[in-house]
């Protein structure tokens, strides 16, 4: 089966700053990329989404910044909170069914 | 509505014995998939279902495993003859539709644990 499970980075902020994580992405004909939180004993929540015809998208509390260019996606949290501490996952879609998910990055938030 | 189900949360199992694990989909959703994920490990795509058909079976792993849906709704996943290297957590997503403008929406998943 298709894996790309490596051991997860880890990115710890401290509570009230702004978070950034980021994500490569492999495949060139991606055209929609979603970001996806997962807390312990739970699966994937989606968090926000963008088209491959947009740079930037935001919702509420999280910006997503997307360059085609050098394939790179990032997760942008404002005014990180205790209840964001999870593991946050980029994917990838080139318009079919098969979404392909990155390694994952931890965030833990220091109070 | 509810959300996407799966049963059992947790099931333990010994080596060799057959399992079967179970997905209740979002409702209106026709795309259902399956999913695996290692301890620590990021999400292996296992199989994915359009209506009753299963057009990609290519994600799973061995010939031991298999997966239906019926009624365009319940799906189970079923692992034969358990090995320790199946212990993994088993989610299972559905969407709307497949591809751009449609995120899957995952259950809570199914921690197996072979012994």
């Known amino acids: 089966g298709e894996s790309v499970g490596l051991h997860l980075p880890t990115l710890s902020v401290q509570e009230g700053d702004n978070s950034i994580i980021n994500c490569a992405y492999s495949?060139?004909?991606?055209?929609?990329f979603i970001w996806y939180k997962q807390e312990s004993g739970k699966g994937p929540q989606f968090i926000i989404d963008?088209?491959?015809?947009?740079d930037k998208r935001q919702g509420q509390r999280v910006t997503v910044l997307l360059n085609k260019t050098v394939k790179h996606l990032s997760l942008q949290i404002a005014a990180t909170q205790p209840g964001d501490s999870a593991v946050y996952f980029c994917?990838?879609?080139?318009?079919?069914?098969?979404?392909?998910f990155g390694a994952g990055t931890r965030l833990f938030v220091k109070a | 509505g509810a959300g996407v189900s799966q049963s059992p949360s947790n099931k333990v199992t010994e080596k060799g014995k057959d399992v079967e694990l179970r997905c209740d989909p979002i409702s209106g959703h026709t795309a259902l998939y399956w999913y695996r994920q290692s301890l620590g490990q990021g999400l292996e795509f296992l199989i994915y279902?359009?209506?009753?058909?299963?057009?990609?079976k290519s994600g799973l792993p061995s010939d031991r495993f298999s997966a239906e849906r019926t009624g365009g709704s319940v799906s189970t996943l079923t692992i034969q003859r358990t090995q320790q290297e199946d212990s993994a957590v088993y989610l299972c997503a559905s969407s709307f539709t497949t591809g751009t403008g449609s995120p899957l929406h995952f259950g809570n998943g199914t921690r197996l644990t072979v012994t």
């Open positions: 495949n060139s004909a991606s055209d929609y």
């Open positions: 963008i088209r491959s015809n947009m």
């Open positions: 279902f359009q209506g009753n058909s299963a057009p990609d």
């Open positions: 994917a990838e879609n080139t318009g079919g069914f098969k979404t392909i």
